[in-house]
Every structure is written in structure tokens, then in C-alpha cells.
């Protein structure tokens, strides 16, 4: 069984394919990407495992504490953790990943 994975932010096609093919991934709906609200409730209901976001979703400590304790890892697709309280994540056991977008491969992939 695939790992349950929620995507929360809009990304190319071919990103949400590799997730598809990878997880049983659930893909943000619509136009923009997804909310706090909207990320605890879908990690909630389908037992996620991980979700993946970007610096539009703002993780506070708040935010972390509300997740369900299925979610075991929080990666970022984005430079810097200013949107994700990395304290609060690794405190409930989280583990906290950075992936730099493609765009700036030049950039290492960073874990606090």
C-alpha cells in the first residue's frame, strides 16, 4: 500500500503524476492552493502520512497541533521554513523536509 501523501499546493502536471504514481496523493482542488483548514481536514480524512506544501501555507505551531497523528512528515517545496514552525513539528515527532524547487538546483536539499 502507498503511503497517503497530501498535496496541498498547485504544481506543474508532471509533479502531480510523479505524486500519483508514488502516494496515494491528495491533489489540491481547484485554482489556488489549499488552506489550513482545508489541509487538517484532508489529512483527517484520508490518514496522510505526509503533507507537501509551499510558503502559502502558513504551518504556525497552531496549525501543527491541529494536524492528525498520522502526519509524520511535513516537507516544504520552497526555500526557508519561515511559513512552517519547525519547533512545533519536530516537538509532535514530525520530521521536517526542504525541497528546493527545480528551478534552483543549484541549491542543496536542506532538513533542519
Request: charge should be neutral; proline fraction near 8%.
Amino acid at each position: 500500500m502507498k503511503p497517503k501523501l497530501i498535496l496541498s499546493c498547485l504544481v506543474p502536471t508532471d509533479v502531480v503524476a510523479r505524486a500519483r504514481a508514488e502516494f496515494d496523493a491528495v491533489i489540491a482542488p481547484g485554482q489556488i492552493d489549499m488552506t489550513v483548514p482545508e489541509v487538517i481536514d484532508a489529512a483527517a480524512r484520508h490518514a496522510a502520512e505526509a503533507i507537501a506544501f509551499t510558503n502559502t501555507l502558513p504551518l504556525n505551531a497552531a496549525a501543527v497541533a491541529a494536524l492528525p497523528p498520522s502526519v509524520k512528515v511535513g516537507a516544504t517545496i520552497s526555500v526557508g521554513y519561515d511559513h512552517f514552525d519547525v519547533a512545533a513539528a519536530k516537538a509532535r515527532g514530525m520530521q521536517v523536509r526542504m525541497r528546493v524547487a527545480a528551478t534552483s538546483a543549484s541549491l542543496p536539499e536542506r532538513n533542519p
